[in-house]
């Protein structure tokens, strides 16, 4: 199976500060990957996908990039709605597996 | 404009069954792969089964021989067949499309005496 490390575990920023969270696949899985926003008992959103691509409607200061096993997801300007739980996710395999999400949290 | 809506959880006694739903709109469950994933509470996601546009089926170890993902073409719809149910399968359930585009809302199931 392949595994996906996902750092840090939760993160504590400012509003308008540059958010950065990145995930580790323990084989090479290409590009296949996808990054999600989940708030409070709501269904995880597809914000990146292929690692780099914005899923239409998704605001651009939202960022993917990485391929192989090195993957890095980046917030440009935090906004007070962007608080929520962030996961990665690689599909390389026949059944997908997630990292562990990260907390983002305002300062 | 697609839509996916689970249905079926709810309370049931360890050892027990339930079947869940996924009935999907805008878009046909047969030419997409259709995922079912969880999420205990409190927890992480977790990829839980796959079944292919060509009907080939995957499922996480943690479920492997007790669940069964099928679908019906004529109804548009996705389940999960949940047997030998466990505490530890307790968890809100989501049906979604492909790599993960559209979700359902999810619907919970509580494993309990």
Redesign the interface.
Known sequence: DIQMTQSPSSLSASVGDRVTITCQASQDISNYLNWYQQKPGKAPKLLIYDASNLETGVPSRFSGSGSGTDFTFTISSLQPEDIATYYCQQYDNLLGTFGQGTRLEIK | EVQLVESGGGLVQPGGSLRLSCAASGFTVSSNYM?WVRQAPGK????V??IYSGGST???DSVKGRFTISRDNSKNTLYLQMNSLRAEDTAVY?CARG???Y????TLVTVSS
């Open positions: 995922s992480g996601l977790e990829w089964s796959v995957y499922y996480a989501y790599h993960g585009d979700w359902g809302q999810g």
